[in-house]
C-alpha cells in the first residue's frame, strides 16, 4: 500500500540557518503531496501542497517540489525562525476519496 | 467564521468503558475523518464519511465506530475503552473527494484509557 517515510527527529537548529526535512514517498499512481505544520497544542494546518510531478508548493517561506523520478517531497526554507518550532508531516493523497497516508513527522526546535 | 471543533479537549477513562468523542464542523463539507496520532506513527485513519449515512473503514478501524446522521457532526465511539486506544485524537473535514483537496483540523482529544 501507499506509504511516506520522512527523516526522524528531533531536528534543532539555531535561528536563520537552513532547513531540510527529508520525505519520501512509495505510491501506485499518481498522489497530491501535502506538508501539514502542527504547533504545539493545535491541530495541523495546511502547509503546503503540490498535486503533480515537478509542481513546487511554497508558503511561509517554506517549499517543496514534486520529484516523480525519486519519488521525493523534500521541505526546505532558507532561514528558520524561532516561530518555525513545530512538528511538520508529509502526506499524500492519492485517487479518489482525499484519505491521506502521514509519515511519522519531524520535530523541528529552532534555538534563538 | 467557520470552524472544526472537538469535545471534550481531554478525556479520562477506565478499561471496558465506551466512549463518546465529539466533532463538529461549520464548513458544511461532505467529508469528514477521524485520525489518532501516535508518536512514532503519524496519523493513522481511524474512520472517514463521505456524506450523511456513509461511514467507511479507515487503516485502524478495530474498536472504532462512528455514525453520520448529518452534515456537521461525525462522532467517535469507542465500545470498550482499551489502553491501547491512549492516544490523541483529530477530527478533519474536506470539502470534496478529490485528493488534492485541503483537510481541515480540529484541535484534538487527548484520551487516556486507565
Known amino acids: 500500500g501507499d506509504s511516506v517515510t520522512q527523516m526522524e527527529g528531533p531536528v534543532t537548529l539555531s535561528e536563520e540557518a537552513f532547513l531540510t526535512i527529508n520525505c519520501t514517498y512509495t505510491?501506485?499512481?499518481?498522489?497530491?503531496l501535502f506538508w501539514y505544520v502542527q504547533y504545539p497544542g493545535e491541530g495541523l494546518q495546511l502547509l503546503l501542497k503540490?498535486?503533480?510531478?515537478?509542481d513546487k508548493g511554497s508558503n511561509k517561506g517554506f517549499e517543496a517540489t514534486y520529484r516523480k523520478e525519486t519519488t521525493s517531497f523534500h521541505l526546505e526554507k532558507g532561514s528558520v525562525q524561532v516561530s518555525d518550532s513545530a512538528v511538520y508531516f508529509c502526506?499524500?493523497?492519492?485517487?479518489?476519496?482525499?484519505?491521506?497516508?502521514f509519515g511519522a513527522g519531524t520535530i523541528l526546535r529552532v534555538k534563538s | 467564521d467557520a470552524e472544526i471543533t472537538q469535545s471534550p479537549r481531554h478525556k479520562i477513562t477506565e478499561t471496558g468503558r465506551q466512549v463518546t468523542l465529539a466533532c463538529h464542523q461549520t464548513?458544511?463539507?461532505?467529508?469528514m475523518f477521524w485520525y489518532r496520532q501516535d508518536l512514532g506513527h503519524g496519523l493513522r485513519l481511524i474512520h472517514y464519511?463521505?456524506?450523511?449515512?456513509?461511514?467507511n473503514k479507515g487503516e485502524v478501524s478495530d474498536g472504532y465506530s462512528v455514525s453520520r446522521s448529518n452534515t456537521e457532526d461525525l462522532p467517535l465511539t469507542l465500545e470498550s475503552a482499551a489502553s491501547s486506544q491512549t492516544s490523541v485524537y483529530f477530527c478533519?473535514?474536506?470539502?470534496?473527494?478529490?485528493?488534492?483537496?485541503?483537510?481541515?483540523f480540529g484541535p484534538g482529544t487527548r484520551l487516556t484509557v486507565l
Open positions: 464548513w458544511n463539507h461532505n467529508n
Open positions: 464519511s463521505y456524506g450523511v449515512q456513509d461511514t
Open positions: 478533519a473535514s474536506s470539502p470534496g473527494q478529490g485528493g488534492w483537496n485541503e483537510q481541515f
Open positions: 503540490a498535486t503533480k510531478a515537478d
Open positions: 505510491a501506485t499512481g499518481y498522489p497530491s
Open positions: 502526506a499524500l493523497s492519492e485517487g479518489y476519496g482525499n484519505k491521506l497516508v
